[in-house]
């Protein structure tokens, strides 16, 4: 058993290199989408992975998971979901934190999604017209399709999730943004396949910690959310969005 990371970016926030950091899980039929930054459907379309014999988009995606409500991490949420509402029909299932699902419609979505113009009348619109929320508890095993998430809150500066993703057999473990913490380190570390962040500032991975940590931990990393003008080093392998990456 296995499944496949379709890297969509490498980025951080501030990246004109690269679109920001967010991929996809695929096994079987199923495609899991983690985060959504600025410029999604470019993403998608310029790197052309394909599901099921077709190449993806907003409307083969099965579920999204959103880490957190950092712009750089769900500003492509906002035309993803009117998309599927508008164009190609349907809701998309969105699973996130207790804090940012709480938050989620009011502080990001409803000033934009709100209210629709049909043509005669103004339409007061719900987040039950786009998408169908369900909350991943903290620290409890969460089943979403062939994949069971269990979340850890970071060090970042708003409530973000670690993630520890199993197909029941082989698990990739994701810290998302975080300032470095040897604790999440620790938790993340018998995992198949780990992806970390690093980028500059007090919420952040320095890439230096990353370098140090003992090598059977590097062999099996991916370093992700890349400033710019990172140049290739020995210690550790980049994230190359537009690549594809098997877990097992």
């Known amino acids: 058993m296995s499944f496949q990371i379709l890297m969509n970016g490498v980025g951080n926030a501030f990246s004109r290199e690269h679109y920001g950091t967010n991929f996809l899980l695929q096994k079987d039929d199923f495609l899991l989408a983690v985060d959504c930054p600025d410029s999604y459907r470019n993403a998608l379309q310029d790197h052309a992975f ?27 949420l906002e035309m993803t979901l009117a998309y599927r509402r508008y164009v190609s029909g349907g ?14 419609w009011d502080g990001r979505l409803a ?4 209210r ?7 339409d007061d619109l719900t987040p039950d017209d786009y998408y169908d929320l369900d909350i991943i508890e ?8 062939p994949f069971e998430i269990t979340t850890r809150c970071t ?3 708003l409530p973000t999730m670690a993630m520890r993703i199993s197909d029941g057999e082989h698990t990739l473990g994701y ?22 962040e690093t980028s500059f500032g007090p ?18 990393m991916l370093v992700v959310h890349l400033p710019e003008g990172f140049q290739p080093i020995d210690e550790l392998d980049f994230a190359q969005q537009g690549q594809t990456y098997t877990v097992g």
């Open 155 to 157: 060090t970042h500066h």
């Open 50 to 76: 394909e599901h099921k014999g077709e190449e993806v988009d907003v409307d083969t995606i099965d579920a999204i998971v959103i880490t957190h409500l950092h712009g750089d991490h769900v500003n492509g």
């Open 111 to 114: 000033v934009s999604l709100g």
């Open 175 to 196: 810290s998302c943004d975080t300032a470095y913490d040897p604790e999440l380190i620790e938790w993340l570390g018998d995992a198949d396949f780990i992806m970390h």
């Open 203 to 220: 919420g952040h991975t320095p890439l230096d910690k990353l370098m140090g940590l003992p090598e059977e931990l590097r062999q099996k």
């Open 116 to 122: 629709s113009y049909n043509g005669e009348t103004y």
């Open 91 to 104: 809701k998309m299932k969105i699973y996130t934190s207790p804090e940012a699902g709480e938050r989620l």
């Open 138 to 145: 903290w620290g409890e095993p969460h089943k979403i399709g």
